[in-house]
């Protein structure tokens, strides 16, 4: 099979798909992989419902979790624990978080904040059998 | 016995064309490239070289559209019937990117002056069926906005799977042009 003989298989129409697909799929890459900005916290904890924030009306949350009240602030479209009664602070240092997908959480208050960009969680997360 | 001699007539009443035998040799050999398949391992769900919908596509340009769609829907549900996977998230998923790709498959072909080659064809039809497949993923089974990061890497693969599958199905056309049916 040699490379002439391969190219004229190529109608002229195949050959603008192909071109025209490659630069869609480039394209993709850009829209799909870079990080979509969150408009929606969902908090949950045991001691309480699920607390649905939306990150565009700045205010401190305090929630009520295992150990006692932890604190987030939402600002400009972010969210952070700025107080938890945990010993590390690890959820305290995590700082500012603004990607929809992304999840942090205070493991010892047992409480997990989650970000989103849709008004509403679906009531699954995954179906597979 | 009136019940059986009754059955015998319907049967007789049944007779098989040329285009049914056609659709039952083409629908097996769909069949079986798509049970073999089956058992090749994928680095990356979803990720397959997809030649059963080869025989979707020679049909397609050897005999048209509507034995096209008879070929490729027998396939699915047979398939997953022998897969144990029938009206599973798979047969789902399954479905629908062979209706997906049955109908771009049938608009590329009603197109004034037909432009598309089998490799046009085939890049069209593994475009649509892997969108449908993300699609359908996320409606029904993955309602999470982070499934479509997996789609740039899909229809990379469904490009680099429906060029060289376009390129096997023009060889096999060329090798087939003497038949004048197969």
């Known amino acids: 099979m040699n490379h002439s003989g391969l190219a004229s298989l190529f109608t002229i129409a195949d050959k603008i798909l192909f071109f025209f697909s490659a630069a869609l799929i480039i394209a993709s890459y850009f829209y799909f992989w870079q990080s979509t900005p969150a408009h929606y916290a969902v ?10 924030i939306d990150l565009n009306d700045p205010k401190v949350h305090n929630v009520k979790g295992h150990l006692g009240i932890s604190t987030l602030k939402v600002h400009d479209g972010q969210i952070r ?9 690890i959820c305290i240092q995590s700082g500012w978080h603004q990607h929809g997908g992304a999840i942090t959480a205070c493991l010892p208050n047992r409480i997990s904040v989650q970000l989103t960009s849709q008004s509403s969680t679906p009531g699954y997360d995954a179906i597979i059998f | 016995m009136p019940l059986s001699s009754n059955i015998q007539k319907n049967l007789n009443r049944i007779s098989l064309g040329h285009k049914d ?7 097996a050999l769909a069949i079986t490239i798509h049970l073999l398949e089956s058992t090749l391992p994928s680095p990356i769900p ?17 005999h048209g559209w509507s034995l096209a ?15 144990g996977s029938f009206l599973s998230p798979t047969f789902a998923m399954s479905l629908a990117g062979a209706v997906a790709s049955l109908a771009v498959l049938g ?3 009603i197109c004034p002056g037909k432009p598309f080659g089998p490799i046009g064809l085939s890049i069209l039809a593994a ?11 996320y409606l029904l089974f993955i ?7 997996l789609l740039p890497i899909l229809l990379t693969a469904a490009l680099i799977s429906g060029t060289f599958g376009g390129i096997l199905v023009s060889k096999i056309l060329e090798r087939t042009h003497d038949l004048t049916d197969t």
């Open chain 1, 81 to 89: 624990f700025t107080a938890s009664p945990c010993k590390n602070k």
């Open chain 2, 127 to 137: 475009m649509a069926h892997i969108s449908a497949q993300v699609i359908t993923a």
């Open chain 2, 46 to 62: 979803g990720i397959k070289p997809g030649l059963a919908n080869l025989v979707t596509l020679y049909v397609l340009i050897r």
């Open chain 1, 43 to 52: 908090v949950k904890s045991p001691q309480q419902n699920a607390l649905f």
């Open chain 2, 69 to 83: 769609l008879n070929v490729s829907l027998i396939r699915v549900i047979a398939a997953s019937l022998l897969l």
């Open chain 2, 107 to 109: 608009l590329a072909w």
């Open chain 2, 21 to 27: 035998q056609l659709i039952a040799g083409f629908a």
């Open chain 2, 143 to 149: 309602p999470h906005a982070s499934l479509f990061t």
